[in-house]
């Protein structure tokens, strides 16, 4: 069966660097996209952005430039998310969520629904 | 960038009751518009996408519609394990709707 186990809570201080882990299993990892989502405490949903498995090409949100990145390591089917100098407003809950991509137009890829979630990374930044 | 409006934010509803959750969008998407349901301390489950098509496992009791810029998610009978946030999200952009949750009258 499908699942996306992601790493442990995390308790990082401002200006410090955290990379969480999105391990796959039960499907070909290249087959599927992943998205990252953020979620703060008590708030909605957020799309960070998406990376192709395929090509290992990231699509970043508005909002999610410069110091978040995503990178993959298809040898063991995981992506990861990486947020170097914290602050206390990236304090959320942060998944991966897996998707099919789907040609949006001739020359843009893009991605579908998110069908399967990983169960979330808490990443606090404190003092 | 397309924004996603949900209504009602908050909503109060009995076991049995059918409940409808509108989101508008605030440009046309056709029906790249999918919904998913999240509980307290879970990862959201996708619902419904294309706007109108059940993903597998997810009761009948759940339906969704529209296409353009309004659609809805109607749940035809409440039952206790649908008291829930719901969110809408388009697959043009991206972006989610702020939620409604769905609470126990």
């Known amino acids: 069966q499908v699942q996306l186990v992601q790493s442990g809570s995390e308790l990082k201080k401002p200006g410090a660097s955290v990379k969480v882990s999105c391990k796959a299993s039960?499907?070909?990892?290249?087959?599927?996209?992943m998205n990252w989502v953020r979620q703060a405490p008590g708030q909605g949903l957020e799309w960070m952005g998406w990376?192709?498995?395929?090509?290992?090409?990231?699509t970043y949100a508005q909002g999610f430039t410069g110091r978040f990145v995503f990178s993959l390591d298809t040898s063991v089917s995981t992506a990861y998310l990486q947020i170097s100098s914290l602050k206390a407003e990236d304090t959320a809950v942060y998944y991966c969520?897996?998707?099919?991509?789907?040609?949006?137009?001739?020359?843009?890829?893009?991605?579908?629904?998110?069908?399967?979630w990983g169960q979330g990374t808490l990443v606090t930044v404190s003092s | 960038d397309i924004q996603l409006t949900q209504s009602p934010s908050f909503l109060s509803a009995s076991v049995g009751d059918r409940v409808t959750i509108t989101c508008r969008a605030s440009?046309?998407?056709?029906?790249?518009l999918a919904w998913y349901q999240q509980k307290p301390g879970k990862a959201p489950k996708l619902l419904i996408y294309?706007?109108?098509t059940l993903q597998s496992g997810v009761p009948s009791r759940f339906s969704g519609s529209g296409s353009g810029t309004e659609f809805t998610l109607t749940i035809s009978s409440l039952q206790p394990e649908d008291f829930a946030t719901y969110y809408c999200?388009?697959?043009?952009?991206?972006?989610f709707g702020g939620g409604t949750k769905v609470e126990i009258k």
């Open positions: 969520a897996r998707a099919e991509t789907t040609w949006t137009t001739v020359t843009t890829l893009g991605v579908k629904e998110s069908d399967y």
């Open positions: 294309a706007a109108s």
């Open positions: 039960g499907y070909t990892f290249t087959s599927y996209a």
């Open positions: 990376i192709n498995t395929n090509t290992g090409n990231p």
């Open positions: 999200q388009q697959l043009n952009s991206y972006s």
């Open positions: 440009q046309g998407i056709s029906s790249y």
